[in-house]
């Protein structure tokens, strides 16, 4: 079974600039987790989807965002990038009752 | 609320020295706990976990048993190798949500 997908690995954006991360969970699971991960302020949840609706979301501002898709594919996006969102960005997947999270390779997002 | 506090780093040992990562949590309800191991550049992937007191988890040489006594989840392997440095996270899960420690960076070194 394929593991959770992330999409791009790699990326360089301006500030001020929007960026859109793309994470494919585990086939059959349908809760996907985002984190943002710093040097500074270790792993950061950011929001969790199941079934299309956002069921937690973290601390963070207005300018993270997400959503999921019918077929459990997720997206989040940040708006008005800062220097500070520098990070490397983790998507997880859990199956529908399920305790495990299972971690992609995340996807590098470096604000210039 | 839940929080999990793990050990500061970095730890630096030996090759075949015996490992120890405290970690201790704080839980509302009746967690899961977890180990996940970061290694260079990559995700967390998950080392080992356990679902109830007295539990143990083990994998790949590590073990962690499940303390309620004392709240704590210590990661431990008998024998190091310099493939095992990496950074390894804490874990616990309650009602869906998960919350991590900050994580211990072991190097090892031959």
């Known amino acids: 079974k394929a593991g959770v997908t992330q999409t791009p690995r790699y990326l360089i954006k301006t500030r001020g600039q929007q960026v859109t991360l793309s994470c494919s969970p585990i086939?059959?699971?349908?809760?996907v987790s985002w984190y943002q991960q710093t040097p500074g302020q270790g792993l950061q949840f950011l929001f969790e989807?199941?079934?299309?609706?956002?069921?937690n979301k973290g601390n963070f501002p207005g300018r993270f965002s997400g959503r999921q898709f019918s077929n459990s594919r997720s997206e989040m996006n940040v708006s008005t990038l800062e220097l500070g969102d520098s990070a490397l960005y983790l998507c997880?997947?859990?199956?529908?009752?399920?305790?495990?999270?299972?971690f992609g390779e995340g996807s590098w997002l470096t604000v210039v | 609320g839940n929080s999990v506090t793990q050990m500061e780093g970095p730890v630096t040992l030996s090759e075949e020295a015996f490992l120890t990562i405290n970690c201790t949590y704080t839980a509302t309800g009746y967690p899961s706990l977890f180990w996940y191991v970061q290694y260079p550049g990559e995700g967390l992937q998950l080392l080992l976990k356990a679902t109830k007191a007295d539990d143990k988890g083990s994998n790949k040489g590590f073990e962690a048993t499940y303390r309620k006594e004392t709240t704590s989840f210590h990661l431990e392997k008998g024998s190091v190798q310099v493939s095992d440095s990496a950074v390894y996270f804490c874990a616990l899960s309650d009602l869906n949500q998960f919350y991590f420690g900050t994580g211990t960076s072991l190097t090892v070194i031959p």
């Open positions: 989807y199941f079934s299309e609706t956002q069921r």
């Open positions: 086939s059959g699971h349908r809760s």
């Open positions: 997880a997947s859990s199956e529908p009752g399920g305790n495990t999270i299972y």
